[in-house]
Each structure stands twice: as C-alpha cells, then as structure tokens.
C-alpha cells in the first residue's frame, strides 16, 4: 500500500505576503497561493496562507519553512532583553567592536552608530582564561560566573545570556562549564555559547554572532513552537524544517538551538532554486534577482554553484555564519518614493504589509514602486492576486501626483516612470558589486527573475547591462518557496588552525578533519538523514601571509600541498587577477555536513502550434520604457502560453500574482518548461 503522505508544503515569508507552494510527488503538480503577512502575529500569517492554498496536511509528509523573523527583530530591535558573560576586563569587546564607521558613512562627521543591542550594565567579567593557543592560564571561577548570571537576572532582568571567552574556539570547557552553571541557577533563561555555534577566531566576531543568537532566540523559539502548534491542530504530524542561510535546511529542533542561521533564509530558498534550474536548463552561469515587497536580493551562481561567504552583515553586526554572497538593497514593490531637496528618492522605507501600498486602500498614504506600476499600466487592478484582490488605481494616481509628480512638475505617468528609473539605478548597482567588482562579466550571464516585481524590472536591467537573456519560471513571486522544496539538510562546522600551509602537519589535519566530520555526522544523524544520504565537504579557508582577506578552497580526501596551494592561486586569479609567491596560511578548516534530498522534478511539456494568440487576453495602453512613451500592449495569460510560442514586446503576460514587463525591442520566447525567455529582439534572431 502507498505511503498516503505524497505532499510537500513550502512557505517563505516576505515583507508583504506569506507564500505558500504545494507539491505533489506522485504527479509533479504544483498549486501556489498567497496570504498577507501579520508582522504582529507572524505565525497567523503562515497558517493563513496554508488555509488559502487548502492543503490536507495530514498528507504533507515534509513542511519546510524561511523567515525573516530573526533578520526583523534585529532590525526592528524587537529582541529579548541580553547580557553578556566574558573574561574579566574583556566586558566591553561587543560595545567597541572594530570601532570602524561603515564605508556609506565615511565622509559624514555627524554620523552615530545605531544603539547597542546589549546595555553596558549588563555585560560581566568573570574570573578565568586561556592564553592564545589553548592552554589554562587562569581556572574559571564558579563563584563569579553565579555573581554575573545574579546581577544580570535578578538585578538587569535580562532573559538571555551571552557566553564568550578569549581564544574559547581552542578549548570550549570554560564556555561550557558557565553555561551549565547559569541553566542550573536560572533554569529559565536561555543561554547562547560562542563555541556551540561557531568555532572560528576574532573574538569580536564571534561575540558578535553569539549576541544576535541570544537577542532573538527567545522570540523564534516563542514562533517555532506557536507554528508546531498551529500545524499540529490542522493534523500535520511530517517533518519539520526550517531554512539556512547559507542554503540547505535544519530540523525545527535544531533551528531552535541556532536561530542565526536562519536569518537570511528567506532569498537562500530562491537561491537554492536557482541552482537547481541552472543545472537543469544548462546555464552554469547564472544572475538571481529576487524583488520582493521591501527588499531587493541579487546573488552570483557560478560554474553551477551560488558563490558563498562565512561571514554577514546584520546592520553593523558581523555573522560568522554560512551565508549565500547576498546583495540586498531596500527596494521593493513597497518602498516609498520620496522627494529630497527635489531629488526623487525610491526606498529604503517601505510600506510593508501593513499598511502597504496605496492603491491597497488599508491606510497606506506614501506613493510606492506598486503605485508605479499601477499608474504605469503594468498591474491590472481587478486582475491582482488572480482577482483576491481589488486594487485602487485611482487612490495610486492621486498620491503619486500629490507626492511626487505636481512638486516635480511631471504628469503622473511621468513621475511612476521616474520611480522605474531610480529604481533601476538602484539595481543596477546591486548587481555590479556581486559582478563587475568581482571580475565578471555580466554580459556572460542569464538573469533569473523572481519575486513578486521581479519580472517587472528585469528585462530592463539585462538591457541597460547587456544581459543576453531573462528567465522567468513559473509562479515567480513564489520562486523562494518552490526553491525550498529543492534543499538538502545542512550543518556547517569549522576550525580556526592558524598555520603556513608549507609548515602545517597534514597528518594532524586530517585528524582535525576527521574529528570535525564526525561532529557532522552526528547532527546529520539527530535530523534522521540515512548513512545513504549523506555526503561530507572538506574546504580550506586559506590567504597569503599578512594578507586581511581570505578565499575559500575545495579540499580532496587526500591532503596534498602542492594541489592546495595550486587552487588557491587559481581562485585568488580568478578573483583578483594575479597569484603571488608569497607563503600561503591556513585559517580554518570547514566541513559541511549534506543530507541529499529529492528535488521537485522540472517536467517537461508537450510543444503548441506556435500561435500565442490562444492566450491573448486584451491589449492594454502602458507606458514602454523601449520608446519611453505610452504604447499599446498585447497582455498573455501565462497559463495558456505553451512551449514554442513566441512573440515580441511591448508585452504583458499576466499570471494573476504577478506580471512580466516586456518592452519593445525584446522578445519572448517560452522553452519546453514552460519559463519564459526574454531577450533583445537581435539576439533573439
């Protein structure tokens, strides 16, 4: 008899909608609703797009789920009251950091760092230390570590604690032994440990990363378990899993214990999607270019695979966590176009969710990138979300010309064009830093277009950058979900080592190896990942002597110098340009743990006749930025367009939650999956 649980459910949250994507495994088949975020009451909002898309979740054998719950508490400093608990004379480690002024505030003298997360009152230095390669100088004191967690409960209120030592990476016991003796005096504060999280050097780092675990720990537990709750009542009893940011997935549990991984784990769905549609389609070089409601997220896939980091940005707070080489700038469909000294400004605020956009008419007042493309003509106002929801154009024309278009002297067409144009701007510096400022060409890429406004910027983005092709998917303001469904269960575990790769001991590395793989497969095994499933990753982080930045490299099973030292050079090439013969030194050593996963099956359609005419729903007046003036566009129902067909711009192909913009100049061709490809009319010939 068959396994009756033949569902997957994946939902992402977004700064505006909660997305929710089903898939069926015996047919391929999948369904896609959306339901607006509750940022008051997060979980609500999953559970009400879960309702909306009417899935039986007794038959969901797999729940995987990305949030920026942790990323938002952070930034909306909505996080638990924290306390730190360090060496005696180190308290003030996290209050100074690198003491640097972010590189967009260089020349501005005025500029004021954003207030700590933790009060300096409560942070305490306790008794005891190692020295820089491990060893005890100092016994931890028992008696002052009870005094810190005292003070910092009783007397600050704080309801989680930090712990990180000087050089802990080396030797956790001092870490460990305060964190056993806070939990057995305060069993209900929750306690982050540096060394249970990170194993790196950079003491300020990994305090850093420490403090933001412990900041939002307690509110993403407070979700998780709501969520569990929430599931387990409409019968869902599957598996679990939440999102990284560094791509892969984690059990619920897990997630739990290590909130900080999740912080970006939102864009890595799409990104893991990406990757997934990059090997099937056979573009190993790939551009991600996810808009959503608030925010705008480029990532470089390389060769086939998305170019990683081990260290993010959170505001001014440094990560040492797995993370995709994101780009993110504050544009979205719900960033709010401004004026500035006459100058029109687009982002970062945004109207969120709540109350959104103008033409939402739920009290939204400031004219945003939505309003645009309604004015613009580009959303059909009694076709959004498939006609779930009414639109009020006239209420988005209004703010638009109050706002922005009569202090400019515009029309209010004008004006929305210009917010496109700004808009682009912005993007087009996004996605240089990941490209041009990393030695690449982007004119040797294709760009994914994904997210809810996605598709309405991107083929005027591969014409200002000379980007040869656009891909579309289907339900692209749902692509990050879809992605989801794609991830495999990853942990990640490192190493500081801190040695010439000429000098190191290559038999002590490998046991170095060996031992962290070991704690791999453990927390593979805690996720119930087969023996069958899983596969172990050995990198090198490695630089040269003196250098600051480092690169990372692909070790074999088999340590050899001389290969090492040769794929170092060949990236640090790529990179940078030239090798050096300078002595190279071995920072860490990294393994990720992978526990492969089935992917959803990109099926393959049957060919149409070629006649798109099927699928014409109306022509529309709409401004066209190839003549930059109002044209008449033919507007396609997606869903009736079929493998074969082509047609050119100016074009709209509505597929109810969101909206492909295609000028005239470029043309659209669909591929036997069905994905939109939008190129210039001449390189389409």
């Known amino acids: 008899m068959p396994d009756p649980k033949h569902l997957r459910l994946a939902v992402d949250i977004g700064g505006t909608f909660v997305d929710a994507m089903e898939l069926d495994t015996r047919t391929h088949e999948v369904r896609f609703r959306k339901a607006s975020t509750t940022p008051a009451r997060p979980w609500e909002g999953v559970l009400d797009a879960v309702t909306a898309l009417g899935t039986d979740?007794?038959?969901?054998?797999?729940?995987?789920?990305?949030?920026?719950?942790?990323?938002?508490?952070?930034?909306?400093?909505?996080?638990?009251?924290?306390?730190?608990?360090?060496?005696?004379?180190?308290?003030?480690?996290?209050?100074?950091?690198?003491?640097?002024?972010?590189?967009?505030?260089?020349?501005?003298?005025?500029?004021?760092?954003?207030?700590?997360?933790v009060r300096r009152r409560h942070t305490a230095g306790v008794r005891g230390r190692l020295d820089h390669r491990g060893r005890v100088v100092e016994e931890l004191d028992a008696a002052g570590v009870r005094e810190a967690a005292r003070v910092l409960v009783e007397e600050g209120g704080v309801v989680s604690i930090?712990?990180?030592?000087?050089?802990?990476?080396?030797?956790?016991?001092?870490?460990?032994?305060?964190?056993?003796?806070?939990?057995?005096?305060?069993?209900?504060?929750?306690?982050?440990?540096?060394?249970?999280?990170?194993?790196?050097?950079?003491?300020?780092?990994?305090?850093?990363?420490?403090?933001?675990?412990?900041?939002?720990?307690?509110?993403?537990?407070?979700?998780?378990?709501?969520?569990?709750?929430?599931?387990?009542?409409?019968?869902?009893?599957?598996?679990?899993?939440?999102?990284?940011?560094?791509?892969?997935?984690?059990?619920?549990?897990?997630?739990?214990?290590?909130?900080?991984h999740t912080v970006l784990s939102g864009p890595?769905?799409?990104?893991?999607?990406a990757a997934h549609i990059a090997a099937a389609l056979g573009r190993r070089d790939l551009l991600t270019f996810d808009i959503g409601g608030t925010s705008l997220d480029a990532c470089v896939i390389e060769h086939g695979s998305p170019v990683a980091a081990y260290e993010a940005q959170l505001e001014h707070f440094p990560l040492l966590i797995p993370t995709?080489?994101?780009?993110?700038?504050?544009?979205?469909?719900?960033?709010?176009?401004?004026?500035?000294?006459?100058?029109?400004?687009?982002?970062?605020?945004?109207?969120?969710?709540?109350?959104?956009?103008?033409?939402?008419?739920?009290?939204?007042?400031?004219?945003?990138?939505?309003?645009?493309?309604?004015?613009?003509?580009?959303?059909?106002?009694?076709?959004?979300?498939?006609?779930?929801?009414?639109?009020?154009?006239?209420?988005?024309?209004?703010?638009?010309?109050?706002?922005?278009?009569?202090p400019l002297g515009l029309s209010p067409e004008a004006a929305a064009a210009g917010?496109?144009?700004?808009?682009?701007?912005?993007?087009?510096?996004?996605?240089?830093?990941?490209?041009?400022?990393r030695g690449h060409d982007p004119r040797g890429f294709s760009?994914?277009?994904?997210?809810?406004?996605?598709?309405?910027?991107?083929?005027?983005?591969?014409?200002?950058?000379?980007?040869?092709?656009?891909?579309?998917?289907?339900?692209?303001?749902?692509?990050?979900?879809?992605?989801?469904?794609?991830?495999?269960?990853?942990?990640?575990?490192?190493?500081?080592?801190?040695?010439t790769l000429d000098d190191a001991d290559l038999d002590g590395l490998e046991t170095v190896f060996k031992g962290v793989e070991a704690e791999a497969v453990a927390s593979l095994e805690a996720q119930r990942v087969p023996a069958g499933r899983m596969v172990l990753e050995r990198q090198f982080e490695l630089r040269y002597l003196g250098q600051e930045h480092s690169?990372?490299?692909?070790?074999?099973?088999?340590?050899?110098?001389?290969?090492?030292?040769?794929?170092?050079?060949?990236?640090?090439?790529?990179?940078?340009?030239?090798?050096?013969?300078?002595?190279?030194?071995?920072?860490?050593?990294?393994?990720?743990?992978v526990g492969r996963t089935d992917r959803p099956e990109l099926v393959v359609r049957p060919p149409g006749d070629g006649d798109a005419g099927r699928a014409l729903l109306a022509r529309r007046d709409a401004y066209d930025f190839g003549t930059r003036a109002t044209a008449s566009f033919a507007v396609y129902d997606r869903a009736l367009l079929e493998p074969g067909d082509a047609f050119d711009g100016p074009a709209l192909i509505d597929e109810g939650t969101s909206t492909t913009v295609v000028p005239s100049g470029q043309r659209v061709e669909v591929e036997e999956h069905g994905y939109l490809l939008v190129r210039l009319v001449e390189a389409a010939s």
């Open 57 to 117: 979740l007794s038959e969901v054998e797999l729940f995987i789920h990305g949030t920026t719950l942790g990323l938002n508490a952070v930034l909306e400093r909505r996080g638990e009251p924290t306390g730190i608990v360090t060496n005696d004379g180190f308290r003030d480690i996290f209050l100074i950091g690198r003491g640097n002024v972010p590189a967009d505030h260089m020349y501005d003298f005025q500029y004021e760092r954003p207030e700590s997360l």
């Open 324 to 406: 995709y080489d994101i780009r993110t700038i504050g544009a979205g469909g719900g960033s709010i176009a401004w004026l500035e000294r006459g100058l029109l400004k687009v982002g970062p605020q945004s109207a969120g969710a709540d109350p959104g956009p103008v033409c939402y008419g739920r009290g939204g007042t400031r004219p945003t990138v939505t309003d645009a493309a309604v004015v613009l003509g580009y959303v059909d106002p009694d076709r959004f979300l498939s006609g779930a929801m009414e639109l009020r154009a006239d209420a988005a024309r209004a703010a638009l010309d109050e706002q922005v278009a009569g």
């Open 419 to 437: 917010v496109f144009d700004v808009l682009l701007a912005k993007t087009v510096g996004a996605v240089r830093q990941i490209t041009v400022e």
């Open 268 to 273: 890595a769905g799409g990104i893991v999607g």
């Open 551 to 593: 690169l990372i490299v692909t070790a074999g099973r088999d340590l050899d110098r001389d290969a090492i030292r040769r794929a170092f050079e060949e990236t640090h090439a790529a990179r940078y340009g030239h090798a050096m013969d300078n002595r190279v030194q071995i920072l860490n050593l990294r393994v990720r743990g």
């Open 447 to 499: 760009l994914l277009a994904f997210g809810g406004a996605g598709p309405l910027l991107a083929p005027l983005l591969a014409a200002e950058m000379g980007i040869g092709e656009v891909i579309v998917p289907f339900a692209p303001s749902g692509f990050s979900a879809w992605g989801m469904l794609s991830a495999d269960i990853v942990d990640d575990f490192s190493r500081t080592v801190m040695a």
């Open 162 to 260: 930090a712990v990180c030592f000087l050089h802990s990476f080396l030797d956790p016991s001092h870490e460990r032994e305060a964190a056993r003796i806070i939990r057995e005096a305060y069993p209900q504060v929750t306690v982050s440990v540096s060394t249970d999280i990170v194993r790196e050097y950079r003491e300020y780092e990994r305090t850093s990363t420490t403090v933001l675990d412990a900041y939002i720990r307690p509110i993403f537990e407070r979700y998780v378990d709501r969520l569990e709750r929430g599931l387990a009542e409409r019968g869902f009893d599957g598996r679990f899993l939440i999102m990284r940011s560094g791509g892969g997935s984690m059990t619920s549990a897990v997630a739990k214990t290590s909130p900080t």
